[in-house]
C-alpha cells in the first residue's frame, strides 16, 4: 500500500514531491537514500527486517519511488521494472496460450514487436484495431480476450482514446483495460480515475524526463493484481537498480513544471508549424483540425509535449530537417528537458512492417517532435532553418 508523507487531499504538486518519502528516521536526510545493497540482514531464518531480504525482491529506494507513483496515478500500488518494456513483459506473463489481447493499431514500435515476435511464438494472440472506434474494440473480444490495451496520446499519431467509455465497455465484458500514459502522464491524465485497471508507464520518458535513465512501472488498485505481477516482477528479475529509482524520484518533483512547459511550448509549435507552406499535416491534440481534439480537452488538463507533421516534400525533406536541426537533437527516446526529432518509420517503429505503417496513416516521412523546455522561440528558429536548407536540396 502506498506510504504517504501528506494526506491524500493533498494537490498533484504536494504529492509529487513529498508521496511515498519522509526524512530519513536515523539522521533526518531529505532527500530518499539510494540504499545499494543486494541483500540485509534478517532477524531470525525467513524473518526479514521490515520485510526486505533481497534486492530483486524490494529495494526501499524502490519503494519510495512506487509509493510516489501510485499516488500520482491515484493508484493504491505501484510496481517498477527495468524498462517499460519490462514492465509490459510481466503484463504479459499473467497470460497463457491462448489468451487474448485487444490492442491499439498505433503502439510504440517496441510494444508492437512484443507482442508480435516474443509472446505470439507462445501462443498469446493480438488483435490491433482503431481504439479510438469503440465499436471496432467491442468487435473485437473475443471470450479468451484477457486485456485491452491502448495507448492515449498513441505513438507517434497521437490519437486520443476515450478511456471511460472503453472501461465500462471492456468491464461488461470481463475484461481489463491497459492504458499507456507514458505521453501524457498523471499531471495530465489519470487513466485510473476513468475506469482504467491498470497504467504502465515508461518512466524513461517524462517521469524521469532528464534522458539519464530507464525504467517503467505498472500502478493499479486490485491487490490481487498487484500479487500477481509482483510474482513476476521478482521471478523473472526485471526490476530497476536503486540508483535508477532515485533519478525517477527526482524526476517526479519536477513533472508538474516540466510538463507545464512541454505543453506550453509545443502547442505554440504546432500552431506554427500548420500555418507554415512547407507542412502538409501537423498532428496534435490541442489543435482544433485534431480529430479527438474535443475529447483531449475533456480528458486532459493539457495536450502534451508531442507533436507530429508531414512536409510537403515527403521523406528526403522530412529526412533533411531531422539531420540539420541544432538545438532538435535527432534522437530516439522523448520527455527529457532537451528537445528531440526524429522519423519513426526508420527509427522507433522500423520494427512494424512498412505496409502496416502506411495503412495506419504513419507515413515513411512523418517527423516526431518531443518539443523541450527550452524557449520556444529558438526552437521555433532552429526548424525554420530546417525547413530553408530542406528546400535549398
Known amino acids: 500500500m502506498v506510504r504517504m508523507s501528506h494526506g491524500t487531499t493533498d494537490r498533484f504538486e504536494t504529492r509529487a514531491i513529498h508521496a511515498g518519502q519522509e526524512p530519513d528516521p536515523h539522521n533526518g536526510a531529505i532527500m530518499t537514500p539510494v540504499y545499494f545493497t543486494s541483500t540485509y540482514k534478517q532477524d531470525a531464518p525467513a524473518q526479514p527486517r521490515g520485510g526486505y531480504e533481497y534486492s530483486r525482491t524490494s529495494n526501499p529506494t524502490r519503494t519510495a519511488l512506487q509509493d510516489n507513483l501510485a499516488a500520482l496515478e491515484g493508484g493504491a500500488w505501484g510496481l517498477c521494472f527495468s524498462s517499460g518494456l519490462a514492465a509490459t513483459n510481466a503484463l504479459l506473463d499473467r497470460l497463457v496460450p491462448g489468451d487474448h489481447v485487444v ?26 484495431v482503431d481504439t479510438t472506434d469503440p465499436a471496432a474494440v467491442e468487435a473485437a473480444i473475443e471470450p479468451t480476450t484477457r486485456y ?27 475484461k481489463l ?21 491498470l497504467v504502465l508507464h515508461s518512466l524513461t520518458k517524462y517521469l524521469g524526463g532528464h534522458s539519464d535513465v530507464v525504467g517503467g512501472a505498472l500502478i493499479g488498485n486490485d491487490p490481487k493484481l498487484r500479487d500477481e505481477l ?23 518533483k519536477t513533472l508538474h513544471v516540466r510538463m507545464e512547459r512541454h505543453c506550453e511550448n509545443a502547442l505554440a509549435l504546432a500552431r506554427w508549424l500548420e500555418a507554415r507552406p512547407e507542412v502538409a499535416r501537423v498532428v496534435y491534440p490541442g489543435l482544433a483540425s485534431h480529430r479527438q481534439h474535443a475529447l483531449a480537452k475533456r480528458q486532459m488538463k493539457a495536450f502534451g509535449g508531442m507533436v507530429s507533421f508531414e512536409l510537403a516534400a515527403g521523406l528526403e525533406a522530412a529526412n533533411t530537417v531531422a539531420s540539420t536541426t541544432r538545438l532538435f537533437t535527432l534522437a530516439e527516446s522523448l ?22 505503417r502506411r495503412s495506419l496513416g504513419l507515413a515513411d516521412g512523418l517527423v516526431r517532435l518531443s518539443v523541450g523546455i527550452e524557449h520556444v522561440d529558438d526552437l521555433r528558429a532552429d526548424l ?9 536540396r
Do not use: C, W
Request: no cysteine; proline share 6%.
Open 103 to 128: 490492442a491499439g493499431n498505433d503502439l510504440y514500435g517496441g510494444t508492437y514487436r512484443i507482442f508480435r515476435r516474443v509472446f505470439e511464438r507462445y501462443g498469446i494472440r493480438f488483435s490491433f
Open 148 to 174: 485491452v490495451y491502448v495507448e492515449s496520446p498513441s505513438n507517434p499519431l497521437l490519437a486520443v482514446s476515450d478511456i471511460a467509455v472503453l472501461a465500462k465497455l471492456a468491464h461488461a465484458k470481463g
Open 177 to 197: 483495460l491497459v492504458v499507456d500514459n507514458t505521453f501524457a502522464t498523471p499531471f495530465l491524465q489519470q487513466p485510473l480515475a476513468l475506469g482504467a485497471d
Open 230 to 252: 509482483a510474482f513476476f516482477q521478482n521471478a523473472v528479475g526485471g526490476t530497476p537498480g536503486p540508483m535508477d529509482a532515485f533519478l525517477v524520484l527526482r524526476g517526479t
Open 335 to 356: 520527455g527529457g528537458v532537451e528537445s528531440l526529432i526524429e522519423i519513426p518509420a526508420s527509427m522507433t517503429h522500423a520494427s512494424i512492417p512498412a505496409e502496416t
Open 384 to 392: 525554420e532553418q530546417a525547413f530553408a536548407k530542406a528546400h535549398k
